[in-house]
């Protein structure tokens, strides 16, 4: 038997669904369009966070982690752009 999911979860599916036009029932949905759906709910749900935090006045540690992603990212392209030049 299938758990039954939280209301919020359900309204940002239903929410998202709406936006996206899809039809009323976001539990009939096929399967690509379903996950469309729970992107828009990521994606809100990740502006929500960052929205938050920018309020508060912190930087979220994701924000720092995506920071050292970004330089290691960086450092490893600069070494490769040298040894292709060698």
Do not use: H, W, Y
């Not at 992107?39 to 938050?52: G, H, M, P």
């Amino acid at each position: 038997m299938a758990e039954q999911q939280p209301n919020d979860l359900q309204r940002a599916r239903r929410e998202a669904c709406e936006l996206l036009g899809f039809r009323d029932d976001a539990e009939r949905l096929c399967a690509s369009d379903r996950l469309r759906g729970d992107l828009v709910v990521s994606l809100r749900l990740a502006i929500d966070d960052a929205s938050a935090s920018l309020i508060d006045g912190n930087r979220s540690r994701s924000t720092d982690q995506r920071d050292e992603a970004k330089a290691k990212f960086r450092e490893a392209s600069e070494k490769a752009k040298a040894r292709c030049r060698d």
